[in-house]
């Protein structure tokens, strides 16, 4: 059963942007923290940015601060992940994720989510 459908990604250039979309099936985000992780081949899955959806709240990873945005629309139900200024190290599955407990502490941590996308690959050419 899918919990979180993701779409957008796709091929960039250096320099270009994507957009990445998250929403839950079926039901809606409550409390939650949702956060975009991504992982490259052969490297461990790296914390992306996060938001605390009640509050709006943000948090970023050192690699994306400033060049990656992540935003919703409350009407939609839905969780986007602006990237632009991208460099072929942003290349990736880029996984969208649900902490329901929506706790500020463990916001960057993908252990404490409960919910994942199928993932999107995102691919940055050089």
Known sequence: QVQLVESGG???QTGGSLRL????SGRSFGHSNI???????GKEREFVAAMR???GT?????????????SRDKAKNTVYL????????DTAIYY?????????????????YDYWGQGTQVTVSS
Do not use: H
């Open 35 to 41: 956060a975009w992780f991504r992982q490259a081949p």
């Open 58 to 70: 943000t948090y970023y990873g050192d690699s994306v601060k400033g060049r990656f945005t992540i």
């Open 53 to 55: 959806w009640s509050y």
């Open 10 to 12: 796709g091929l960039a």
């Open 96 to 112: 969208c994720a649900e902490d329901v407990g929506g706790i500020l502490s463990s916001v960057r941590y993908d252990q404490y």
């Open 82 to 89: 602006q990237m632009n200024s991208l460099q072929p190290d």
């Open 21 to 24: 979309s998250c929403t839950p």
